[in-house]
């Protein structure tokens, strides 16, 4: 329910990268009404700011929630972090446009065994969110998986004329139906073989109704110049805005993931002063993670479940998926001990124990544990989860730095205790708050009001979106209300769910939804469209 709120004697961090001030800040009717010295109007609830910073709702320019808001709205590992607005669709991976259900499931975060799917197209999906009335608002992009799967071409070659112009016209009709752009996957089987040259044209596609190309980008061993460089080339090709998701998955490429990471930033810069319109986002993990069934080849996960589990049952045909290039393995190389089994239904005893560790005890190659695990998982095979221990901060932490780096969660919206408890990972509790308790508390490495532009304005410019990511007048009441010194996160990755630290008031579209630390129960969010329709 939307009241008058006074947000009174915060300092307010506009969200523009301007100088903090302290103020006061009208909210009526979910939009922002005034902000500076406010008189309070009779009747209005008044949040006492004073010690707080009040800024714009964060934004997770990289989310996976796509699924897990539809199961469950609460969204508590979000707005715990003053997340009010979460960008879905990303990788390749989300929810729509689907011909196939069975086929397609295997391409969605959150999805488990028995849950509805009632939706085919990017239009009746967002309305079907909007009718669970998540906490926060949600905007989508279409995702390359799902048009490669309703194109119904085989995954292990590049699309046909005929399966990109189908293609093209369901990216069309996502974007008209509120998209606010498409993503690609390129190192996920569904989409390896897609050639940079149908990539182009999709993006083309983006371009011409004004949507961007965020890209998880091809990251083969050996290539962290030319991946980058293939996304800047798909970008001035077409003439779409470009998101380099997760850019700091290049330091995986290379011996030196220092120079690895330098060389991706100096790409960036370089194509940005010849007019390209480029930017980047960093999720806050020092490792990469992925479903454990992204290991096996796109023809193993063809059919029914019976199917699938039968191949993985037969030791010859386990024995031809070995010689499949997967993320999972590119995340290995060679080094099984560093991938580490997240989460099992089925089989709890494996969960935290490396892919080495089982391959020992079992006397078996690691490939034929990945077949093991998974068959027993069952019908929740494909939500499985590996981490694999990958990165260094020396060699990351200099991408947080560069004036373009937004910030994401590459995870799922979750509250603990719900319907999908493999989605209980680390970064859904922690992004937002390590991300402002370690550059501007610990290292100071930013100042509060670069912090927070990195995670509202910086975000929404890209999104599109300009009611949002900034506090003034006529915006959207998206607030996030903290303890500057107190906010931090409290997940690990052994006990992820853990809400953060500090976090005092949240508004999402004027509705007040933390009050004093605690979750209200009331509900703001909405499905945004980029055609400027909203579902609630």
Not at 516 to 524: H, K
Request: proline share 4%.
């Amino acid at each position: 329910m939307k009241t008058t709120v006074v947000i009174s004697g915060g300092t307010i961090i506009n969200g523009s990268g301007d100088q903090p001030f302290q103020g006061d800040v009208l909210v009526r009717d979910g939009k922002i009404a005034e902000i500076g010295k406010v008189t309070i109007p009779e009747g209005a609830t008044v949040v006492d700011a004073r010690g707080l910073v009040v800024a714009p709702g964060f934004i997770d320019i990289h989310s996976h929630s796509d699924y897990t808001l539809y199961l469950d709205p609460r969204a508590i590992s979000s707005l715990t972090q003053g997340v009010t607005l979460e960008v879905v669709g990303n990788c390749g991976h989300g929810c729509a446009p689907y011909v196939d259900t069975q086929a397609s499931r295997a391409n969605v975060y959150g999805y488990h065994a028995g849950h509805e799917i009632p939706w085919r197209g990017v239009g009746q999906y967002l309305d079907a969110l909007a009718a669970r009335r998540p906490a926060v608002n949600v905007a989508t992009l279409v995702p390359n998986g799902c048009l490669r799967l309703a194109a119904g071409g085989s995954m292990d070659r590049p699309s046909t004329r005929e399966e990109i112009q189908a293609m093209k016209k369901m990216l069309t009709g996502g974007i008209e139906e509120g998209a606010f752009g498409y993503s690609t996957g390129l190192e996920y089987a569904i989409e390896r073989d897609c050639s940079e040259q149908e990539v182009i044209d999709l993006c083309r596609v983006t371009a011409r109704m004004g949507g961007y190309y965020a890209t998880h980008t091809r990251n083969r061993q050996g290539e962290a110049r030319e991946t980058i460089a293939e996304a800047i080339r798909t970008s001035e090709g077409s003439g779409a805005a470009l998101q380099i998701s997760h850019i700091s998955c290049v330091a995986r490429l290379a011996e030196s993931g220092r120079w690895a990471v330098e060389q991706a930033l100096e790409q960036v810069d370089a194509a940005r002063s010849r007019g390209i319109d480029v930017s980047f986002d960093m999720h806050t993990r020092m490792f990469g993670m992925t479903t454990l069934s992204t290991a096996l080849p796109p023809w193993a996960l063809d059919g029914d479940l019976s199917t699938i589990i039968r191949r993985l049952e037969d030791p010859d045909t386990c024995q031809r998926m070995k010689s499949h290039q997967s993320v999972v393995t590119a995340l290995a190389r060679d080094d099984w001990s560093r991938m580490i089994v997240q989460n099992s239904q089925r089989r709890p005893e494996v969960k935290g124990r490396s892919i080495a560790d089982l391959a020992r005890e079992r006397g078996i190659e690691p490939f034929d544990v990945i077949c093991e695990v998974l068959r027993d998982e069952g019908a929740d095979f494909h939500n499985m989860l590996i981490l694999g221990f990958v990165y260094r901060e020396e060699d990351v932490l200099i991408a947080y730095e560069h004036p373009q780096c937004m910030v994401g969660s590459d995870a799922t919206a979750v509250a603990p205790g719900n319907v999908c408890p493999s989605c209980m990972v680390h970064g859904a509790f922690t992004w937002a708050a390590w991300f402002w308790r370690h550059f501007v508390h610990d290292t100071k490495k930013l100042t509060p009001q670069e912090a927070v532009r990195r995670l509202t304005s910086l975000p929404a410019q890209r999104v599109g979106l300009k009611d949002r990511g900034e506090l003034r007048p006529g915006a959207w009441a998206d607030i996030a209300i903290f303890d500057g010194e107190r906010f931090a996160e409290r997940g690990t990755v052994d006990e992820p769910a853990q809400v953060a630290s500090g976090m005092r008031h949240v508004l999402v579209n004027g509705v007040p939804t933390i009050r004093d630390g605690v979750l209200t129960g009331e509900y703001g969010g909405q499905v945004l469209r980029r055609n400027g329709r909203t579902g609630k």
